[in-house]
């Protein structure tokens, strides 16, 4: 949609309740694309760099879930 | 643990399965309702029925208020068809912020203790009109103000 398309909300409650939606998009999107990137061979520094976090925080907001689904995850460099 | 304790506990362990079936990393007060839709034998699960919101019903509201809430900042959900991600199974999501103000406000509905029980817990979610859950409803076109009477008059007439 083009920029000035896009609708802003008057509504201060619906202007909130977009950025509680957002995050939790945000964050579903996080889990589809590290998982995506990880299957796809990428390293644990790469996606961090990608994502702007360290490599520590990706790991552990990742690791325990993707091993658990059978990723073969590369080790940490 | 009394009656209502295992009911608490159930709702949390219910929601909590709601929240990782999300890939939220809190349980909110809208897992807590869905819990509180899909645990049969009770006031709270009948009056809900009643209304046409079973578990499946609440959940399509759900992702109404999502779809709706992201489309007044011009972002559409199926623009994006990225796989769907793995879940940990192991992993126990926290209590939420919106929950603890449910479960507060549902104490706080009964006159102790004693007194509490699962229509307590659906008023503590119902009474507010902020956040998911209300917005869900009336995108549902529930009226909340008549749902949170029915649940009232159950507390004066059902033992659970």
């Known amino acids: 949609m083009p920029a000035e398309e896009t609708p802003v909300p008057k509504d201060p409650a619906d202007a909130l309740a977009a950025v509680v939606a957002l995050r939790r998009l945000a964050d579903q999107l996080e889990d589809a694309a590290v998982e995506q990137a990880m299957r796809a061979g990428w390293s644990w520094p790469d996606v961090a760099e990608a994502l702007g976090v360290t490599r520590q925080a990706v790991h552990k907001k990742h690791s325990k879930r993707l091993i658990s689904a059978g990723v073969t995850l590369r080790r940490r460099q | ?160």
């Open chain 2, 1 to 160: 643990m009394s009656a209502i304790d295992h009911y608490i506990n159930a709702i949390i362990v219910g929601g909590g399965a709601e929240a990782l079936e999300d890939g939220s990393a809190a349980i909110e007060a809208h897992h807590l309702l869905l819990a509180i839709a899909a645990h049969e034998g009770t006031a709270a699960h009948r009056v809900l029925l009643a209304a046409g919101l079973g578990r499946q019903a609440i959940r399509e509201a759900l992702d109404r208020e999502f779809e709706h809430s992201l489309s007044a900042v011009g972002v559409s959900v199926a623009s994006f068809d990225l796989p769907e991600p793995s879940r940990d199974p192991k992993r126990a999501p926290k209590i939420g912020a919106s929950a603890r103000l449910a479960f507060e406000r549902g104490f706080a509905a009964s006159t102790g203790k004693k007194d509490l029980r699962p229509a307590h817990l659906l008023l503590g979610l119902l009474d507010t009109h902020i956040g998911t859950v209300p917005r869900a409803l009336a995108l549902a076109g529930v009226d909340r103000a008549d749902l949170m009477a029915r649940a009232r008059e159950t507390l004066a007439h059902e033992s659970w």
